[in-house]
T-cell receptor, first 114, second 108 residues
Framework: EPEVTQTPSHQVTQMGQEVILRCVPISNHLYFYWYRQILGQKVEFLVSFYNNEISEKSEIFDDQFSVERPDGSNFTLKIRSTKLEDSAMYFCASSGGDSGDTQYFGPGTRLTVL | KNEVEQSPQNLTAQEGEFITINCSYS?????LHWLQQHPGGGIVSLFM???GKKKHGRLIATINIQEKHSSLHITASHPRDSAVYICAGGRYGNKLVFGAGTILRVKS
């Protein structure tokens, strides 16, 4: 069964460094999302991406964040100048195509900012 | 503003019991998702509902559109069902708004 993959599974970085989280969505999906979950809290929406552009972003998704789909298969989330409060689990999801509205989630990347 | 509220926050059951988790959602949400999150953190999509009822194995999800309410039922619960169950609402191609989750523990 097709699945969404994410790399790395765990990323440790120093405050102020840049990180890139990578996702490979399901191949025929059209909509792509990044969510994050701070430990002990709800999952929160960050950004959605459709037709090679951002379709919606949350208040959290400020100038520190950017997304890209550089080659038609990867979907990346870049966090410039990481802060301690960026420590969280980051989930990529995709939907559309044959799966309709069901969003399929990747296993997550646990980001720890020291 | 799209919102999703679920209850209970925590639920402990004995193996074999019938379990119900409830979710209420606000105007603007046209599809309701039930998700399962295991201790390792991974999220699995269980159901997506816009009307009626869906069943998969021992899991049943129902939705009442007029009342903006959905329930997830687990029949003959088993310790392996222990996980966090999350309802999330959205519209096609749009973000999901997540509930806080229900921590389910099934004791043998």
């Amino acid at each position: 069964e097709p699945e969404v993959t994410q790399t790395p599974s765990h990323q440790v970085t120093q405050m102020g460094q840049e990180v890139i989280l990578r996702c490979v969505p399901i191949s025929n999906h059209l909509y792509f999302y990044w969510y994050r979950q701070i430990l002990g809290q709800k999952v929160e929406f960050l950004v959605s991406f459709y037709n090679n552009e951002i379709s919606e972003k949350s208040e959290i998704f400020d100038d520190q964040f950017s997304v890209e789909r550089p080659d038609g298969s990867n979907f990346t989330l870049k966090i410039r100048s990481t802060k301690l409060e960026d420590s969280a689990m980051y989930f990529c999801a995709s939907s559309g195509g044959d799966s309709g509205d069901t969003q399929y989630f990747g296993p997550g990347t646990r980001l720890t900012v020291l | 503003k799209n919102e999703v509220e679920q209850s209970p926050q925590n639920l402990t059951a004995q193996e074999g019991e019938f379990i119900t988790i409830n979710c209420s959602y606000s105007v603007g949400i046209s599809a309701l998702h039930w998700l399962q999150q295991h201790p390792g953190g991974g999220i699995v999509s269980l159901f997506m509902l816009s009307s009626g009822k869906k069943k998969h194995g021992r899991l049943i999800a129902t939705i009442n559109i007029q009342e903006k309410h959905s329930s997830l039922h687990i029949t003959a619960s088993h310790p392996r069902d222990s996980a966090v169950y999350i309802c999330a609402g959205g519209r096609y191609g749009n973000k999901l708004v997540f509930g806080a989750g229900t921590i389910l523990r099934v004791k043998s």
